[in-house]
């Protein structure tokens, strides 16, 4: 969960960092703003940061940073938190750092959504077919003991009713089986962006 809320957040913080730096914020005002945003884990972890250096129980904000990178699990919020410690730390110019990083990291999402689209390839069709036709063709199944006369039936040997309603009722439930397994396999590979 942590993964994907990182994933979903990483490019708008990125982008709101950039912001506010290029406006004059100096970097620690910054992540404060992002602490107070709504960019969840990331509002999070920052504010964590902040309130531990503000009441006085850190070592320090390259210290607390460091912390934070053995939590990312995604690779986009490592290289912000090393663009942020670098800068602390050596001075280099992080608004074209964040500029490069916010642009690959729209370069990836771009990307991902692309082999999103791709991945679902015949998904909905497939499953819109199954959800329309299967019910037609098992009514049909179902309804024909009843439109056949008896000599018809017994000539195409039928079996009998209660056989034909049980696979009636054996085939929607199948149905509505693999239309959530369909739905299944396309939720699951949802990028999350």
């Given at each position: ?150 000599d018809l039936s017994a000539f195409l040997s039928l079996p009998d009713t209660a056989i034909i309603n049980a696979i009636v009722n054996g085939g ?22």
């Amino acid at each position: 969960m942590r993964k994907l809320d990182e994933a979903r957040e990483l490019l708008y913080v990125i982008r709101s960092l950039d912001v506010l730096m290029s406006s004059g914020v100096g970097l620690e005002e910054a992540l404060f703003t992002i602490g107070r945003g709504g960019y969840g884990v990331i509002s999070e972890d920052f504010a964590e940061v902040m309130e531990k250096l503000n009441k006085g129980k850190s070592r320090g904000l390259p210290a607390e940073i460091q912390g934070l990178k053995k939590r990312a699990e995604t690779d986009g919020y490592t290289r912000l938190l090393n663009t942020v410690y670098t800068n602390i730390t050596q001075n280099t110019d992080i608004l074209e750092t964040l500029k490069k990083l916010g642009n690959r990291l729209e370069e990836e999402r771009t990307t991902s959504m692309k082999d999103y689209q791709e991945a679902l390839g015949s998904l909905p069709e497939t499953l819109l077919s199954l959800g329309m036709i299967s019910p037609i063709i098992l009514s049909v199944l179902g309804v024909l003991p009843q439109i056949l006369d008896q000599d018809l039936s017994a000539f195409l040997s039928l079996p009998d009713t209660a056989i034909i309603n049980a696979i009636v009722n054996g085939g929607l439930v199948f149905t509505l089986i693999a239309m959530a397994g369909i739905g299944y396999k396309a939720h699951s590979k949802d990028p999350g962006l």
